[in-house]
């Protein structure tokens, strides 16, 4: 194969240009993949190349992986054969012939020479065996790719009708992507995409010419399956693939051949290059990625990059083809980037104050939230708990020393022992400089301290600070002290509370040297007789 028809094949390599044969040129926009190209998160001095929607370079899936027939020529006997070609004014040139033979290497033509470097071995190729009236090519991967586009080319003319079919369940399911004949009504019944734009049949790549070097070319998101998106669901459903094959349905002879008598064995399908231009499939969240496990790649001659399938995922997300939200980002819904506009469309991080390594998404908390925040977090720890952890579990308390960041904020569990009245001398001796019967209204922390709403209901006892029923504050000292409150103030409950004046600051205190006992009329009755009789 001389340079002649390597230079289209090259040129669709790196310019993923036109359409282009010896015989026919078609120019079409290749993959319109906006993504797969330099954009707004790939272009020179960005911060970091997955700063917006990212994808990992292309390559050829074939690369590293091995390639299937049913034949290959001379794996039994030498099979002799002869190849023809023309001139650039299609004049036909003597044949070549030569011998077929599995058991020498020079003479060999397996399968895995359609996937070694096009470019360091242009002159190596598959051959079926010259018996084989249908043949069947097909890649088998490790995992889900991307599949963009396909370059097929031949050695011996392109064949009457071939097809060219894909999975996405490795094997086990199959699907035409595009046939190909001469006459795409004869040999399958459909319309021709060079008559009815975006039919499923192409006579485009079915002429004898050129009979050695021919190419046949498909893109994965030509129309009618054109995508602005590749990472949009349409365009997905188009892309992604376990397995490719191309079933080769009717073998074709080069004209020339016909001007040689007697007929010369020249009637085989043979095929230089194999080329599946795809990449790991990342949905837009990574640019690079890593060997499947267990994934060996098999060496090729002259071949030097196999395009792997585990992406090294970006914008907080996780999995083989960052396909959900990294365990603590489940705040948002998972969403696959935006490769038109170049939105990452991160995932982003549940807000679980440091209490949890994991959450999860829950739409009713999206709706309620109005479509902000919809994740709820797993396992609260360190006595945490709620949507967020962010308040102690009962019981537990906040040491407001510290952050409630902190694995410690609710270490302190209070266990309050219910105080009973008994020696008026122990009460009497404690001098308390106010007694008081109070509902309790509500607890407010405050940060450095926390305040309880009070109803006074009656006044036993005040002594520097004028004390009067109605509305009030209590200030215990023990949460600031301990984290928590004991005595125990449970909003709702009626309580009598003795405890001391801080005339300096105006404020009633409560801490663990104070009095408190839910109200009972009895008990009010014992603790007045108390301070008239034993405290005086």
């Keep these: 194969m001389g340079s002649g028809t390597r230079l289209p094949l090259l040129l669709v390599l790196l310019l993923g240009a036109a359409d282009t044969l010896s015989s026919t040129k078609v120019c079409t926009t290749p993959l319109s993949l906006t993504a797969f190209l330099p954009g707004p998160g790939n272009t020179a001095g960005a911060s970091s190349p997955c700063e917006k929607a990212c994808n990992p370079r292309l390559g050829n899936l074939a690369h590293g992986r091995t390639l299937r027939t049913e034949t290959a020529c001379g794996s039994h006997a030498n099979e002799p054969f002869c190849t023809y070609a023309e001139d650039a004014m299609l004049r036909c040139k003597p044949p070549t012939c030569s011998h077929c033979s599995g058991a020498h290497a020079g003479l060999a033509h397996p399968p895995a020479a359609m996937a070694d470097s096009s470019f360091l071995l242009p002159r190596t190729w598959w051959q079926a065996a010259g018996d084989a009236p249908q043949e069947t090519i097909q890649l ?3 995992t889900t790719f991307y599949f963009t586009h396909l370059i097929l080319v031949f050695k011996s003319p392109r064949p009457a009708a071939m097809v060219l079919e894909r999975s996405q369940d490795f094997g086990k399911t199959w699907q035409a992507y595009k046939y190909f004949a001469t006459n795409c009504s004869k040999a399958f019944g459909l319309e021709d995409d060079m008559v009815q734009r975006g039919a499923p049949c192409t006579s485009r790549y079915s002429s004898p010419f050129p009979c050695t070097g021919g190419e046949v070319i498909y893109r994965t998101l030509s129309p009618p399956h054109a995508a602005e998106d590749p990472y949009s669901a349409e365009a997905q459903a188009q892309l992604k693939v376990t397995n490719l094959r191309v079933r080769l349905l009717e073998r074709q002879s080069c004209p020339c051949h016909l001007l040689e008598p007697p007929p010369l064995p020249a009637l085989h399908y043979a095929v230089y290059d194999f080329i599946v231009k795809g990449s790991c499939f990342c949905n837009g969240h990574a640019d690079h990625c890593v060997p499947v496990r267990g994934f060996r790649p098999i060496r090729a001659a002259g071949a030097f990059h196999v395009v792997h399938g585990k992406c090294m995922c970006k914008h907080n997300t996780a999995g083989p083809h960052c396909q959900h939200c990294a365990p603590l980002y489940n705040d948002r819904p998972w969403q696959a980037a935006d490769g038109k506009t170049g939105a990452p469309r991160e995932c982003q991080s549940c807000k679980c104050n ?6 999860h998404f829950d739409m009713d908390a999206w709706l ?3 479509n902000r925040s919809g994740g709820v977090c797993d396992n609260c720890q360190h006595n945490t708990e709620g949507q967020h952890c962010q308040r102690c579990k009962p019981g537990f308390y906040r040491d407001l020393r510290k952050p409630f960041s902190a ?3 609710c270490k302190c569990k209070c266990e309050c022992k219910e105080q009973v009245l008994g020696n008026s001398k122990v009460f009497c ?9 109070t509902k309790i209204l509500s607890a407010h922390d405050k940060g450095s301290h926390a305040e309880v709403n009070v109803k006074i209901k009656k006044v036993l006892k005040s002594t520097k600070l004028k004390i009067l029923r109605g509305k009030r504050t209590l200030y215990p000292e023990s949460w600031t002290n301990r984290g928590c409150t004991c005595p125990i103030l449970n909003p709702g409950l009626e309580y009598l509370v003795a405890g001391h004046e801080d005339v300096r600051t105006g404020r009633l205190i409560v801490n663990m040297k104070s009095f ?3 109200w009972k009329s009895a008990l009010g ?5 108390i301070l008239k009789r034993d405290c005086n």
Excluded at 429 to 437: A, E, F, N, R, S
Aim: one cysteine or more; charged letters at 30%.
């Design 525 to 529: 009755r014992k603790v007045l007789e």
């Design 354 to 359: 440091g209490h949890a390594d994991t959450c």
């Design 429 to 437: 001796g404690m001098k308390y400089t106010y007694v008081i019967k």
């Design 516 to 518: 408190v006992h839910q």
């Design 368 to 370: 309620a939230s109005g």
């Design 407 to 409: 694995p410690d904020a």
């Design 140 to 142: 088998d991967l490790e």
